[in-house]
């Protein structure tokens, strides 16, 4: 019983990192927007030629990574813009 619990848990999180790995774009919401530069670390929506995608940012605040925000909501952030940085 031990062995087949610790075997579907080990299963379980396999499943759960490759699903990780092959993180790939996400869809942009209808009425969203790409706001660039205030994304943390590992929770951006994409990035413009970094890196493949979803959760790959890897520092804060990365001017290539963004995230959809509403339509008119990034313009309200400050440090945030609607085009990838540099």
């Known amino acids: ?3 087949r619990a610790a075997s579907a ?10 699903a990780i790995a092959n ?3 996400v869809e942009q919401p209808a009425g ?3 706001c660039y530069g205030i994304a943390k670390a590992g929770k951006n929506d994409c990035a413009a ?3 493949s995608c979803a959760g790959q ?3 804060n605040s990365d001017k290539a990574s963004f995230v959809y925000l509403p339509v ?5 952030i400050v440090g945030a813009t609607t085009s990838a940085g540099k």
């Open 23 to 25: 993180a790939g774009p």
């Open 9 to 18: 848990t080990l299963g379980a999180l396999a499943l759960a990192a490759a």
């Open 1 to 3: 019983m031990k062995n």
């Open 57 to 59: 940012a890897t520092k």
């Open 32 to 34: 969203s927007e790409k």
């Open 49 to 51: 030629g970094v890196h």
């Open 72 to 76: 008119g909501a990034c313009s309200k």
